[in-house]
């Protein structure tokens, strides 16, 4: 079993949908869990942070972890084309850990 | 001003050669790392170092070495290269340990082909 499981997609959703991403883990020791955006050959972008369970909101985009179920999710509203990207879910234990990832979603908005 | 940067961008090179890549950051951060990306844009860690301290070394080749000469930067040496490390190799940084500051910040990435 993988640690953080992603359905890679792609995803394509009409523009002005609300985007629903989705990872699961397994490591009980995760306490940082984090979003990137990835476009096609740059480096990741980190969109949200959050720390243990609960939900974090910036701008249009809603982060939500629930660590009793192990499973953390990422909402984008009002969709644009420009959000076309792969987004990775990324996760770790604190201090020097690296982070583990997701294998991203590819997402699609379709203008 | 760009927060992690890596040079070069693209490296294009022959089996069995030995070639570095190096990594700045100015973001103060005292926890730099390496990751690889492979064709499946999978994103996976190989080292960290912390106060020139190597922390992880994940099941990561021998022929693959990480150098800090100082906080700022992080470089990786790649001995003996094989078809395999062709992939897209990014550098990240954080102020590891805090708390709030566990996030990563990853530079633009060197894309790696070893014919």
């Known amino acids: 079993q993988k640690e953080v499981e992603q359905d890679p997609g792609p995803l394509s959703v009409p523009e002005g949908a609300i985007v629903s991403l989705n990872c699961t883990y397994s490591?009980?020791?995760?306490?940082?869990f984090m979003w990137y955006r990835q476009y096609s050959r740059k480096g990741p972008e980190l969109l949200m942070y959050?720390?243990?369970?609960g939900n974090k909101e910036d701008g249009r985009f809603t982060a939500q972890v629930d660590k009793s179920s192990k499973y953390i999710s990422l909402f984008i509203r009002d969709s644009q084309p420009s959000d076309s990207a792969t987004y990775l879910c990324?996760?770790?234990?604190?201090?020097?850990?690296?982070?583990?990832f997701g294998k991203g979603t590819h997402l699609i908005i379709q203008p | 001003d760009t927060a992690v940067s890596q040079t070069p961008k693209y490296l294009v090179t022959q089996m069995g050669n030995d070639k570095s890549i190096k990594c700045e950051q100015n973001?103060?951060?005292?926890?730099m790392y390496w990751y690889k990306q492979d064709s499946k844009k999978f994103l996976k860690i190989m080292f960290s170092?912390?106060?020139?301290?190597?922390?992880i070394n994940e099941t990561v080749p021998n022929r693959f070495s990480p150098k800090s000469p100082d906080k700022a930067h992080l470089n990786l040496h790649i001995n003996s290269l094989e078809l395999g490390d062709s992939a897209v190799y990014f550098c990240?940084?954080?102020?590891?340990?805090?708390?709030?500051?566990?996030?990563?910040?990853f530079g633009p990435g060197t894309r790696l082909l070893v014919l």
């Open positions: 490591n009980s020791a995760f306490q940082y």
């Open positions: 959050t720390y243990s369970s």
């Open positions: 170092y912390n106060n020139k301290e190597l922390i």
């Open positions: 990324a996760m770790s234990g604190g201090g020097a850990d690296g982070l583990t």
């Open positions: 973001l103060g951060h005292d926890t």
């Open positions: 990240a940084s954080s102020q590891a340990g805090t708390g709030v500051g566990e996030t990563q910040y």
